[in-house]
């Protein structure tokens, strides 16, 4: 059965987020911990960077919590290893702004596709809704084509709504830079240049979000909401842990994507809650798994039927993103037989947009192993559509 969840206040973000405007743009790195009191995010060098201002009243980061935070991303605080090196000294970054791809970051690590593509979909929600007002006879390609400062302000409103998110919208700590090591190599922590302290020539931006979102949500609420999961977010092969993916697109991180809270249990045993989703969404999640001793993830319509058409797709350790441009998409059940969906995954062959077209009137005979991946994941959403790549070859 279903627990309906108690409805909270909502909180606005905008004073946070203009607070994080001031100090952030699209090369940020971020680093250390700084008091909840003050939002700050500290810039690296960069032609758009706006004035370096220093950190005030903030906490260093102790041993005690770099040990914790290596231990909760990667498994482990004693070596640095391969994943960890894939990990440190990458930041968000776009696409040139002046091509057709300028809406997209950029994914210079496979591993960290999974992060960057989550972060895509709150970047897409504010390049293509934030001014519209409601309107939905805006040109899409107007609506895509960014600006150096309309990427700038797309990902700092993207990390802002994120971590507030996280947060509960009551409070957030964002992690920032230093210029000293606040943890030494010992034998049970060996220093990867990034958690215990900043390098100046190095921007760690993504690996630093994680730790913003965790200590926002604290190491407590994230091993709550993980329930029995007990591996890291960052699994063993480099790529995020699903319930990472949750906790940027929800606010939690868990593992289980129903709507609402599920009891399991019987006569003789006590019954277990299995908390999932606690309110629709307003970037969407879509899930078709290819692995064999992988079981079905049950999505519920929280994360299917979002409050903007925008879903970060996953197969397996694959994400890409889907979305249209027409806010109306969700809200028009006519609209829906018949539609484009844009699809980007910072493909390397991609230098163009790849729009598929979904028509729910007319049934297609599909085999999960030889429909291409994408088309099995549209498939859970709007079941047995016909989908046309429009000369496009398909990829995931």
Request: proline residues 4%.
């Amino acid at each position: 059965m279903e627990k309906k969840e108690e409805k909270k206040p909502a909180v606005k973000t905008r004073s946070f987020q203009k607070m994080v405007k001031k100090v952030v743009h699209t090369q940020a790195t971020i680093g250390v911990v700084v008091d909840r009191r003050k939002h700050v995010l500290y810039p690296s060098n960069s032609k758009t960077c706006l004035q370096e201002i220093r950190v005030e009243g903030g906490t260093p980061i102790t041993a005690e919590i770099a040990k914790k935070l290596r231990t909760l991303v990667f498994g482990s605080s004693s070596m640095v290893g391969s994943v960890e090196t894939e990990w440190t000294n990458q930041s968000f970054g776009f696409q040139p702004y002046d091509t057709a791809m300028g809406y997209g970051l950029r994914v210079t690590k496979n591993a960290t596709k999974g992060l960057v593509m989550c972060m895509q979909g709150f970047v897409l929600k504010h390049l293509l809704f934030a001014k519209t007002k409601g309107k939905s006879s805006v040109e899409p390609k107007a609506l895509l084509k960014a600006s150096m400062r309309a990427q700038e302000d797309s990902l700092v409103d993207a990390i802002a709504d994120i971590i507030w998110q996280v947060g509960d919208k009551t409070s957030a700590t964002l992690c920032l830079t230093q210029d000293v090591a606040y943890a030494r190599d010992d034998e049970s922590y060996q220093c990867d240049g990034c958690t215990e302290k900043f390098m100046s020539n190095n921007r760690s931006g993504l690996l630093l979000f994680v730790y913003s979102l965790i200590m926002t949500r604290t190491f407590k609420r994230v091993m709550e909401d993980a329930a029995d999961v007990k591996e890291s977010l960052i699994q063993p092969n480099g790529h995020i842990h699903p319930i990472l993916a949750s906790l940027i697109l929800t606010g939690r991180a868990t593992p289980y994507l129903h709507n609402g809270i599920i009891y399991e249990g019987n006569e003789e045993t006590m019954s277990k809650p299995k908390t999932g989703v606690l309110k629709r969404a307003e970037v969407g999640h879509l899930v078709c798994q290819r692995s064999e001793n992988k079981f079905p993830v049950a999505v519920g319509s929280r994360l299917k039927t979002p409050t903007l058409p925008i879903w970060v797709v996953r197969s397996d350790d694959s994400y890409g993103v889907l979305f249209n441009p027409n806010r109306e998409l969700l809200r028009d059940y006519h609209a829906e037989n018949r539609f484009d969906l844009y699809y980007y995954s910072s493909s390397s062959n991609q230098n163009k947009s790849t729009i598929v077209t979904i028509d729910t009137r007319n049934a297609s005979n599909n085999d999960d192993y030889s429909t291409p991946v994408l088309e099995n994941i549209i498939h859970t959403k709007w079941n047995d559509a016909e989908v046309t790549w429009n000369g496009c070859s398909p990829y995931m």
